[in-house]
């Protein structure tokens, strides 16, 4: 047994580890003071036209690494969300463009590509948690596998070659900020209220925590897993339609350089990679707060591969203090 100043040590790191897993807003100070100190360095980084910019980057990435908020707090991992907005991107485009799509000149075109994209996307996440939940497969080597096969797919469908002369009807969701706003807005709130008003959301916890009891306490964890999986595939097709419309074209590339942004701005807003603790709120901030670190970087004019490792490294220190916290919380 140790000492009683040790233990007293043991319990105040405890109450501040649990006092910062609760406040994730830390990480808006956080953006403020970045702000702030980079602000009079890059005079365009309050400009009207790189707020534009910013909310532009911001708003898909945020709706993507919702989806991995779900997956996270459920305990699993999702490395295939990148691959499935670029497939979406590229079967969406087909579906509704100009020139050779399938549904070409019909004013159904741009509705109809929008829902082939998210029951896409929620049939790969199904193909995901499926495997993880049911075959009992570890979602790293699944979703690294999936990864692979549907960016394979998607090039191999596209022949590598984008896809353009959207309707202007569905670029409209991606090029007029109020629009992308309002539907990140909606989805982040149905993922919140999802998460911490409904029974679903209490059994996500309860699974990221530790399956065996939930499974005791009659949570049925193989569906919750494979429901986590869906919700992620949605909302990369979700992101996948905002990006589309934003860069007016479906491509194999569209977010094939999102992967450590989205699980860096997820576990810097607070979620954690062992499961049971997130908040849709706190993504947000880590999305804000990763997308301005980025922004900033590049009007300070580094190179993409400075950028890299600053980024790497503010991850990496984020991945750090989340595995101490949860040594603190859970004495493990």
Not at 19 to 26: Q, T, Y
Not at 131 to 136: D, E, I, T
Not at 216 to 240: E, K, N, Q, W
Request: a positive charge.
């Amino acid at each position: 047994m140790g000492s009683p100043a040790l233990t007293g040590l043991h319990d105040r790191l405890g109450a501040a580890a649990s006092r910062a897993g609760r406040s994730g807003f830390l990480i808006l100070g956080l953006s403020i003071l970045l702000f702030l100190a980079l602000a009079p360095f890059t005079p365009a980084l309050a400009s009207k036209g790189n707020a534009l910019n910013l909310v532009g980057n911001l708003v898909p990435l945020f709706v993507v690494a919702t989806g991995l908020t779900v997956v996270l707090i459920s305990g699993g991992m999702d490395l295939s969300l990148t691959s499935i907005i670029a497939l979406t991107s590229v079967v969406g485009a087909m579906v509704m463009n100009g020139d050779t799509g399938w549904l070409a000149g019909s004013p159904l075109a741009a509705p109809t590509a929008v829902a082939v994209m998210l029951l896409l996307g929620a049939a790969a996440g199904l193909i995901n948690g499926v495997a993880v939940a049911l075959l009992r497969m570890p979602a790293f080597i699944v979703t690294l596998t999936t990864m692979m096969f549907f960016s394979g797919l998607a090039i191999w469908i596209s022949q590598s070659k984008p896809v353009d002369r959207l309707p202007d009807g569905f670029i409209a969701l991606g090029s007029r900020p109020g629009i992308a706003v309002g539907i990140a807005a909606v989805l982040g709130g149905w993922a919140h209220l999802m998460l911490t008003r409904s029974l679903f959301g209490r059994w996500l916890h309860a699974v990221g925590q530790n399956p065996r009891t939930a499974r005791v306490s009659g949570v049925p964890v193989a569906g919750v897993l494979i429901a986590a999986y869906v919700v992620s595939g949605v909302f990369a097709a979700a992101a996948s339609v905002l990006y589309t419309a934003r860069l007016e074209t479906g491509s194999p590339v569209h977010g094939q350089r999102l992967l450590l942004d989205v699980l860096g701005a997820t576990v810097i807003g607070g979620t954690s990679l062992f499961g049971g603790r997130g908040r849709v709120a706190w993504t947000l901030c880590g999305v804000l707060f990763l997308t301005l670190l980025d922004n900033a970087l590049n009007l300070l004019g580094l190179s993409h591969f400075t950028i890299m490792m600053v980024k790497g490294g503010v991850i990496l220190l984020a991945a750090l203090l989340d595995g101490w916290r949860s040594r603190m919380l859970y004495g493990s």
